[in-house]
């Protein structure tokens, strides 16, 4: 572990930033940076490109085009607000029940510590452990990620449920922050180990062991969600005050060291400010907008070239949700194109049949599958967090069942599949070793980026399973609920026992007759849908992968009913037939194997993954044809479970992966 002498630096040019000690304050053309210090790194580094040549185009070229509020228009559908989405019984309405009790017993004191200690305060509460402990974590330098997270889970969970709780914590730290920038002089807030000069360090283009902006980006994202879901003008004002920190930190990089600044994990900063452009209109967000976009990663991926191999996943994955982001503000179309084509690289030929990719947090090359996909630290749970905003960004532009498709068989087999059901916590890697137990954080000694993640995940729920246009409706997921359609005074309420049964009821409730297109999911996993309206069959369809449109005039107590049909299949790993998952309809099963110790899967440390799962294990061998195996697949009593015959002629009991926890499991077999 390696440190610096403490620094306080006010940066009007980075590059010629002043460094002072610890007990000196430097204040110009009112900017004052607080001390920071040099930690150590989360991840290692990337090995970016050279950044001479790449950029194509100069960053002024789409500030002319672009203009606040034009991502509402380039969008071909829009989400509900969350409010208007009511969750019925389900295992995504008890996933939402445990992390709410989560993010109440969270103390926003504790994770206020180190801001408050940065600004000159006197901390109110102990700070908490794992990666936002100094004491033994300060190699990882995220200190400070998971109070950015907490806002975010808050904001969301206040926008579905319009709890107080939630808001009054989120004004609560909004006051807190504004307290610390007040207190510093500066609109910088930061929790690293000896405050902002690792953050120095990185504008100056040092080496450094840490990721500054990556951390910082899950405070601007948490003050932007308490900002426009949770309605703060508290938050805010301290966003605005950050950004313009931002603004002025950056503004006399020259495009070579900025793009050299970005080979360090920066989360989806480029999101960031293309949002607060979208906010405010201001020139200056749109410009560090596209500064933020990593041109090393843009240009390939705009060119439909896939030079993803070795890259660390989770650095990537923000920068693409960035990239889409940034089109939708400046309608530069190479921004899109990347962003299309890396979906569906990761998505395809990339990813696991529980729609996560990578191993060790890396991309690894396609024909080297076999190699990797029994690692135990395989589907980063993050990647899958980033990978649902991605799709449902691209959906909006773009509505295509694909779309949709993806993001069901990932909520399914890798969000609700995270949680453990019974504390609440959540997963870190959710690898394919036969034998492997899922591993969950600590309530209070870890706070992983899953953890983070984690907390988000579980109460949005609602903000993908119903979209809309002026006169037309997308039901794009089979959940319990209801949405309200304000723009045509009405409400459709879905009931359904999916996936125990592969069919919804959809039912208008309305004033008076409106005429408007309800748009069906046929999903790539049914052979055949068929609708019926009020009892009557309108439409059958023998062409999965596609919405199938209802246009009428709905008068109230319209019911839709769509049938769809699940079958067990085979999936074979890209490159390796040989190795193989099973599946029914969406869901990934697994084998359920031997029960693990109470509390043995509740951990402290995401890099002992491995150890945790050295153990051996009597794992099952299955022998034949991957289909043949799929075809001798066979119910049990209960709804989803089954039975596969193993060679040796014992029976594997089967259950959706997302139904596993503390038990050892199996999600891919190498077949005899």
């Not at 901390?123 to 033994?136: D, F, L, N, Q």
């Amino acid at each position: 572990m390696r440190h610096a002498a403490c620094l306080t630096t006010v940066v009007t040019s980075p590059l010629l930033a002043v460094s002072l000690t610890n007990s000196e304050l430097l204040q110009v053309a009112g900017m004052t940076v607080i001390p920071l210090g040099l930690g150590a790194t989360r991840r290692s580094f990337l090995q970016g490109a050279s950044v001479l040549g790449l950029f194509s185009h100069n960053v002024s070229a789409f500030a002319a085009a672009a203009k606040p509020g034009r991502a509402q228009a380039m969008n071909r559908v829009q989400p509900f607000d969350m409010s208007d989405i009511t969750l019925a019984e389900s295992p995504f309405l008890h996933a939402q029940r445990m992390t709410e009790a989560y993010l109440l017993r969270l103390s926003p004191d504790r994770m206020l510590h180190n801001f408050r200690r940065n600004a000159g305060l006197e901390p109110r509460a102990p700070v908490y452990g794992g990666w936002e402990s100094e004491k033994t974590w300060e190699d990882i330098n995220c200190h400070g990620h998971t109070l950015g997270h907490y806002l975010s889970a808050c904001a969301l969970a206040w926008r579905a449920t319009g709890k107080a709780e939630y808001r009054n914590r989120i004004e609560y730290i909004a006051s807190e922050l504004a307290a610390c920038q007040k207190a510093s002089g500066s609109g910088l807030v930061c929790a690293f180990p000896k405050g902002a000069a690792l953050v120095v360090a990185h504008l100056r283009g040092e080496k450094i062991t840490g990721v500054p902006w990556y951390t910082l980006h899950k405070v601007y994202a948490g003050l932007r969600d308490a900002t426009q879901l949770a309605d703060s003008d508290r938050a805010r004002d301290v966003l605005l005050r950050l950004a313009d920190w931002g603004v002025i930190a950056t503004r006399d990089l020259s495009d070579e060291a900025f793009e050299a600044m970005l080979d360090t994990e920066h989360g989806g900063m480029n999101e960031i400010y293309a949002d607060l452009f979208a906010m405010t209109g201001k020139a200056e967000y749109r410009t560090l907008a596209l500064r933020f976009s990593h041109k090393a990663i843009l240009r390939p991926l705009a060119e439909r070239r896939d030079h993803l191999d070795g890259l660390h996943a989770n650095t990537q994955v923000p920068k693409i949700v960035g990239f889409q982001r940034v089109h939708e503000v400046t309608g530069a179309p190479e921004y899109h194109r990347a962003a299309q084509f890396f979906w569906q690289t990761v998505t395809g030929p990339r990813a696991f049949a529980t729609g996560g990719h990578g191993d060790n947090e890396h991309f690894f090359p396609i024909a080297d599958g076999g190699a990797h996909v029994f690692s135990a630290k395989g589907s980063e749970t993050c990647c899958q967090h980033n990978m649902l905003k991605l799709t449902r960004a691209l959906f909006m532009a773009e509505p295509k069942a694909d779309y949709a498709d993806y993001y069901e068989g990932t909520l399914y087999n890798g969000i609700l599949a995270s949680q453990d059901p019974d504390s609440g916590m959540a997963t870190y890697f959710q690898g394919a070793r036969p034998g492997y137990m899922k591993l969950y954080h600590t309530p209070e000694d870890s706070f992983w980026c899953c953890t983070g993640t984690g907390m988000e995940n579980h109460v949005k729920y609602r903000d993908s399973i119903y979209f809309h246009d002026a006169d037309a409706l997308w039901v794009n997921l089979f959940i319990p609920s209801a949405v309200r359609w304000r723009g045509m005074g009405a409400e459709l309420a879905q009931e359904t026992a999916f996936p125990e049964k592969a069919e919804t009821l959809l039912r208008w409730k309305c004033a008076r007759p409106f005429e408007a297109t309800l748009n069906l999911r046929h999903p790539s996993w049914s052979r055949t849908a068929r609708v019926l309206v009020n009892g009557a069959e309108v439409e059958t369809s023998n062409e999965p992968g596609r919405f199938l449109a209802v246009r009428r005039t709905w008068r109230n107590g319209d019911t839709v009913a769509l049938q769809l049909k699940m079958e067990t299949t085979a999936q074979a790993l890209p490159a390796a037939d040989d190795i193989v998952a099973f599946k029914h309809g969406p869901l990934v099963l697994a084998g359920a194997l031997d029960p693990v110790p109470q509390g043995s899967d509740i951990v402290v440390n995401e890099r002992l993954y491995g150890a945790y799962n050295d153990a051996p294990v009597k794992v099952p061998h299955l022998a034949g044809e991957a289909q043949d195996l799929a075809k001798a697949i066979r119910s049990r009593a209960k709804p989803l479970e089954f039975e596969l015959p193993a060679a040796d002629g014992s029976a594997i009991r089967l259950l959706p992966y997302f139904r596993i926890a503390h038990q050892r499991y199996a999600t891919y077999w190498k077949l005899a």
